[in-house]
């Protein structure tokens, strides 16, 4: 057993109220929740993972480059492993949600990025 708790786990916050914080994983798997403020989008991104969004507050709206779906509390989308995305907050309230990866990854997904 290894147990992360919440208030002392690793937290990526690339910009204000865009919070992610890493929760319990592996190499097969991790979990990140986060937080989004209303009219916040991520860039249009893809990786190697695929990826499990699951709305636990708020409302929101994945984009891919062909179709969009809009998740309300609870509701939950697949996306497969390259697919090109883009989550957005399209509510007018924080959203709130879990991003399950398989394989696992680190928040060096996104920092790479930023030196690209």
């Given at each position: ?33 986060f ?73 060096d ?8």
């Amino acid at each position: 057993m290894e147990p992360n708790f919440f208030d002392g786990a690793e937290t990526y916050e690339p910009e204000k109220d865009w919070r992610r914080v890493s929760m319990a994983g592996s190499e097969k798997f991790s979990f990140e929740w986060f937080e989004k403020p209303p009219g916040h989008s991520s860039p249009m991104h893809d990786h190697e993972n695929e990826q499990v969004c699951l709305v636990l507050q708020g409302e929101l709206t994945i984009h891919t480059e062909d179709d969009r779906i809009t998740l309300n509390e609870y509701d939950s989308v697949w996306l497969d492993s390259w697919e090109a995305h883009r989550v957005e907050n399209t509510g007018h309230n924080r959203a709130v949600g879990i991003d399950v990866f398989a394989p696992g990854r680190s928040f060096d997904f996104w920092l790479n990025k930023e030196d690209e």
